[in-house]
T-cell receptor, first 114, second 110 residues
């Protein structure tokens, strides 16, 4: 049973397209996150939701829109994809946000924009 | 903003050797976490530290939360080939978001 699962694992698409990445956690956690990992492996937070409410919204283009239908799901929709969006996107969850309890990560979605 | 300086950036060692890595910052943190990422997978938690001065072991891994609350180290003893991967430190202070170091890529030669 995968604790944090995200789909798809690979996503190859052309510039200008709109795509979505889905994430689900079965850990009963209250907080979910989206991280972006660039080619240098640097992990940078994009968004965080606590009980379906947005609590962190980093300096991310508004082409990226997270949606949390319930506290077990946090999806990421990206409009008008650009070459620079190519990266690995990780979903994560934690039981508590402050003080933070350990994050459980999904296995990532490798997005390639051509 | 808060930044973590993780060093070294990479290490090449022989199987059986010990490894040390650390993270430092000019900011004070309340929580330090150490993660390992295998290729094609997400980071997995190794050790969590919640108290200044805390020293915690997990098998061959030992980590400490610095007494100044501005640093942490991770040691791996008697390395084995499956220790290869990228090791990340992460820290949170107060109500701030979790910040990650830039990672340390470990290669273990059999």
């Amino acid at each position: 049973d995968t604790a944090v699962s995200q789909t798809p694992k690979y996503l190859v698409t052309q510039m200008g397209n709109d795509k979505s990445i889905k994430c689900e956690q079965n850990l009963g956690h209250d907080t979910m996150y989206w991280y972006k990992q660039d080619s240098k492996k640097f992990l940078k937070i994009m968004f965080s939701y606590n009980n379906k409410e947005l609590i962190i919204n980093e300096t991310v283009p508004n082409r990226f829109s997270p949606k949390s239908p319930d506290k077990a799901h946090l999806n990421l929709h990206i409009n008008s994809l650009e070459l620079g969006d190519s990266a690995v996107y990780f979903c994560a969850s934690s039981q508590v946000y402050v003080p933070i309890s350990p994050l459980h990560f999904g296995n990532g979605t490798r997005l390639t924009v051509t | 903003g808060q930044q973590l300086n993780q060093s070294p950036q990479s290490m090449f060692i022989q199987e059986g050797e010990d490894v040390s890595m650390n993270c430092t910052s000019s900011s004070i943190f309340n929580t330090w976490l150490w993660y390992k990422q295998d290729p094609g997978e997400g980071p997995v938690l190794l050790i969590a530290l919640y108290k200044a001065g805390e020293l915690t072991s997990n098998g061959r891994l030992t980590a400490q939360f610095g007494i100044t609350r501005k640093d942490s180290f991770l040691n791996i003893s008697a390395s084995i080939p499956s220790d290869v991967g990228i090791y990340f430190c992460a820290a949170q202070g107060g109500s701030e978001k979790l910040v990650f170091g830039k990672g340390m890529k470990l290669t273990v030669n059999p």
